[in-house]
Structure formats: C-alpha cells, structure tokens
C-alpha cells in the first residue's frame, strides 16, 4: 500500500489544483458580473441624468419659443394697425387731393366761362380770383 500512498497523494492534490482553479474561474467570473453590473447600472443613471437635463432644456426653449411666439403677434398687430393708419391718412390725402383739384376745376371752367362771353367779362374774372385769393376760405 505504500506504493499507492504518493500515487493517491498526487491525484488528490492534481484533484485540489483543478477544483482551485475552478473556483477561481467562478470567482473572478462573478466579480467580472458584479463589475458590468455596477457599469450598467452606472451608465443607466447617467442616462436617466442626460434625459433629465434634455427635459429641463426642452421646456425651457418650449417657454423661450411660445414668449418670442407672443411678442411676434403683438409686433404683427401693431404693424398691422400701423398700416391700417397710413392707408387712412393715404386716403384722406387723396380725397383733400380730390376735392381741390375739382374745385380748382370748377373756377377755371368758371373763369373760362367769364372770360368767353362776348364782350368778356374780366371784371368778374378778376372780382372771383380777388374772392378765392383774399376771401374766406373754405375748410378742408
């Protein structure tokens, strides 16, 4: 038996070795699991924060664009009035324009008609010039 002996003792420490060995794999097989897993759950918080500063800026540029959005409309309605004003005053121009130039018209078919007459009639062409010149004016 004594033969056997060194033949058993170096089977069971061959035996030990691998069975180390095994349990070494597993170990550090664990421990590289447990470090993914720290990874993972390290990159998922930091893309909870991302997502959580992207909100944050979404809502603030929501907030930037719908105050420029207003103040757009109000200078839209302001120009839009301010236009309506000018195409008022552009009319009564052209009305006050109008009403002139008619009445301009009227005294020289006037004036022509005076002056037509035979014998022509200067005298009343002048009094009329005289009258619009220096007399009451009507108002615009």
Known sequence: MSAEVPTIIAALSAAAAVGTFFAYLYVSRRSAMGVAREEA????????????????????????????????????HEL??????ARMEAREAYQTQRF????????????LGDLEQA?????????RIRELLFGDRPAA
């Open 119 to 127: 014998p022509p009639n200067v005298d009343g062409a002048l009094r």
């Open 41 to 76: 759950l390290a990159l998922a918080e930091t893309r909870a924060e991302v997502i959580a500063e992207l909100r944050a800026r979404l809502a603030s540029l929501e907030q930037r664009h719908d105050r420029m959005k207003a103040d757009c409309e109000g200078h839209v």
């Open 80 to 85: 839009q009035r301010s236009l309506e004003e």
């Open 100 to 111: 002139y130039s008619s009445t301009v018209i009227d005294l020289l078919e006037h004036l």
